[in-house]
């Protein structure tokens, strides 16, 4: 069974920084896609930001320009710099990792709190 371990949330003020971390327990390189979502208290679940098996990235609207998507093969892991939070930005944040041969949504972290205040 594939875990995937998170780490980096914390309390920032707006326009501060985060930097979350997400390990696997199985190669990075091994899944087809890796990514981050969020949910915010009542509200669904939201992509945030998404990194291909070949390095591409991408961001949401929403976050573009200020959150960004990496990963370090060496280490294994993939983060997320959050970067000139706002208040919206308050949520857990969830790392996702798919193999697009399995159906399914994919694996999840635990889920890290986010909380930025004005």
């Known amino acids: 069974q594939v875990q995937l371990v998170e780490s980096g949330g914390g309390s920032v003020q707006a326009g501060g920084s985060l930097r979350l971390s997400c390990a696997p327990s199985?190669?990075?390189?091994?899944?087809?896609?890796m990514g981050w979502y969020r949910q915010a208290p009542g509200k669904r679940r939201e992509w945030v930001a998404g990194?291909?098996?070949?390095?591409?990235?991408n961001e949401a609207d929403s976050v573009e320009g200020r959150f960004t998507i990496s990963g370090d093969s060496a280490k294994n892991t993939v983060y997320l710099q959050m970067d000139k939070l706002q208040p919206e930005d308050t949520a857990v944040y969830y790392c996702?990792?798919?193999?697009?041969?399995?159906?399914?949504?994919?694996?999840w972290g635990q889920g890290t709190q986010v909380t930025v205040s004005s």
């Open positions: 996702n990792a798919e193999y697009y041969s399995e159906t399914g949504t994919g694996y």
């Open positions: 990194r291909l098996n070949d390095g591409t990235t």
């Open positions: 199985t190669s990075v390189a091994s899944f087809d896609a």
